[in-house]
């Protein structure tokens, strides 16, 4: 079955670095794009980042200034996310999310179960 | 960047009511719209793509329809494992985008 496993998540201070990790399993994964997407503390979901199937595309959220970039290692089947200079409005629990591959869809079909990275001095 | 504006933010029904929820995009989006439910402590879980179409495995209670910039996701007869909070989310261009979500309440 499908699985999306993040990690690399914890308690970081403001203007560090931190990089998650997704481990992906039970599908083919080098076919699929991925996105991140992230969800503060009792707050909605704000759409993170997206790779294209091959890494060869990429896409941010405006408001992430520059400071985040995604990646992925085809060989591994694993997804990154580096974040640089961290700031408290970064904390949050970050999903990676596989989307979906019907054409038009436009969606994501699996999610990680997510991990919290909480930004304080 | 596409703003998506949801209606209400939260709606107290009871079980087998009908319950429909709105989402509005600040540009025509075509079909190009999910909607996820989402329970505390647990990550989204897909819906509706393509505006209308039923992901595997969801129950036909749930259905969506609309296209350009007003959709609607609707379930028939809630059910008591229905209360969740609702979102939805454009990929008509990036960054996509999510609305701010509907709290479905027990009455």
Redesign the interface.
């Known amino acids: 079955q499908v699985q999306l496993i993040e990690s690399g998540g914890g308690v970081v201070q403001p203007g560090r670095s931190l990089r998650l990790s997704c481990a992906a399993s039970g599908f083919t994964f080098n076919t699929y794009s991925l ?1 991140w997407v992230r969800q503060p503390p009792g707050k ?4 993170v980042a ?1 790779i294209s199937s091959d890494g060869s595309l990429k ?4 408001s992430l200034k520059g400071r985040f970039t995604i990646s992925r290692d085809n060989f591994q089947s694993t997804l990154y996310l580096q974040m640089n200079s961290l700031g408290p409005d970064d904390t949050a629990v970050y ?1 990676c999310a596989r989307e ?1 591959s ?1 054409s ?6 699996y ?4 991990t919290l990275v909480t930004v304080s001095a | ?1 596409i703003q998506m504006t949801q209606s209400p933010s939260s709606v107290s029904a009871s079980v087998g009511e009908r319950v429909s929820i709105s989402c509005r995009a600040s540009h025509g989006i075509g ?4 909607w ?1 439910q ?1 329970k505390p402590g647990k ?4 819906l509706i ?2 505006a209308s ?1 039923l ?1 595997s495995g969801v129950p036909s209670r749930f259905s969506g329809s609309g296209s350009g910039t007003d959709f609607t996701l609707t379930i028939s007869s809630l059910q008591p494992e229905d209360f969740a909070t609702y ?1 939805c ?4 261009s ?8 509907t709290k479905v309440e027990f009455k």
């Open positions: 996105h909605g979901l704000e759409w997206f896409h941010y959220s405006d999903f979906t019907y038009g869809a436009g969606s994501f079909d999610w990680g179960q997510g | 960047d079909a190009w719209l999910a996820y989402q990550a989204p879980n897909l793509f393509g179409h992901q979102y989310q454009q990929a008509d990036f960054p996509w985008t999510f609305g701010q979500g």
